[in-house]
C-alpha cells in the first residue's frame, strides 16, 4: 500500500471521528440513546432489530436507520415495527458512515426519540473502523456461524460494548459449543458482556430490554448538564 493512500485513508478516518463526535453530542443533548448493530450477513441481525422495536415500541419512542448494499427490503420488515425506518443505501459501499447517518438523519427531531437503532451493513471488518456517535455498539454472532468468529474478527469485538449470540434456539442443532464462543468472546475482549438470544422464541431478551431500559435511564439522567453547557 502506497504511502499516499495511507494518507488519505487516515485523513478520511480522521473526518469521521471528527463528524461522529459532533453526533455523539447532539444525540447526548437530545436525551435519545443510539445504538449500532454490527455482525457478518446472516446473522439475524433485522430480526433480532425487529424484536427489539416492537417491544421497546410499548413504552419508548423508537426509530431505526437501516444500511444495506442495494435493497430496502430490510427497512421495509422493520417499518412492522415502528413507521420510524429509514433506509442507507451505499452501494459498493460495506459500511456506514458518520457523514451517511447525518444525511439520513436529516429533518428528524432526535429530541422526539427515546432510541435510535443503527443497522450496519452486513459485515465484520470495514464497520470497525467507523465510529458513528452510537452510545453503546452491538455485535453479533450466531449460533450457525462457528465459535471462532471473535477470534478471526478480534477488532470488531474491540470496538464494540456487548456481544450478542443469536439463534440460539438452533444452537443444538448447529452443533454450536456456545461455552467456547463465550471464552473466546472473553479472550479478544475480557470482560465484555455478553447475551445468548433468540428473536424466534424470545428467549434471552428480556435481558437486553433490562440493559436498554437502563441505558436509558442514565442518558437521560446525564441530559440536563449537557443541555446546561451546550448553552454556556
Request: a negative charge; one cysteine or more; charged letters at 25%.
Amino acid at each position: 500500500m502506497s504511502t499516499r493512500i495511507v494518507e488519505v485513508r487516515a485523513k478520511i478516518l480522521k473526518q469521521n471521528d471528527l463528524l461522529a463526535h459532533a453526533l455523539r453530542e447532539r444525540f447526548q443533548t437530545s436525551g435519545v440513546s443510539v445504538v449500532g448493530l454490527v455482525s457478518s450477513p446472516g446473522s439475524g441481525k433485522t430480526a433480532f432489530l425487529e424484536k427489539l422495536l416492537s417491544g421497546l415500541a410499548r413504552d419508548f419512542r423508537v426509530a431505526a436507520l437501516v444500511g444495506d448494499l442495494a435493497t430496502e427490503n430490510d427497512a421495509a420488515r422493520l417499518k412492522r415495527a415502528t413507521p420510524n425506518v429509514r433506509q442507507i443505501t451505499t452501494g459498493t459501499i460495506c459500511h456506514l458512515d458518520a457523514q451517511m447517518i447525518e444525511k439520513a438523519l436529516e429533518g428528524w427531531q432526535l429530541d422526539a426519540l427515546d432510541f435510535l437503532f443503527i443497522e450496519n451493513v452486513g459485515n465484520l471488518v470495514c464497520p470497525s473502523s467507523y465510529d458513528l456517535g452510537e452510545e453503546l455498539r452491538f455485535v453479533m454472532l450466531s449460533a450457525t456461524e462457528g465459535e471462532d468468529k471473535p477470534l478471526k474478527y478480534p477488532t470488531i469485538f474491540n470496538s464494540s460494548d456487548v456481544a450478542i449470540i443469536t439463534k440460539m434456539d438452533i444452537a443444538e442443532a448447529a452443533d454450536f459449543d456456545v461455552t467456547t464462543a463465550r471464552r473466546n468472546i472473553e479472550s479478544v475482549r475480557p470482560g465484555m458482556q455478553i447475551f445468548e438470544v433468540s428473536a424466534k422464541t424470545g428467549s434471552g431478551m428480556l435481558d437486553v430490554f433490562q440493559l436498554l431500559h437502563d441505558q436509558h435511564a442514565h442518558s437521560r439522567e446525564t441530559r440536563p448538564a449537557l443541555q446546561i453547557e451546550a448553552t454556556q
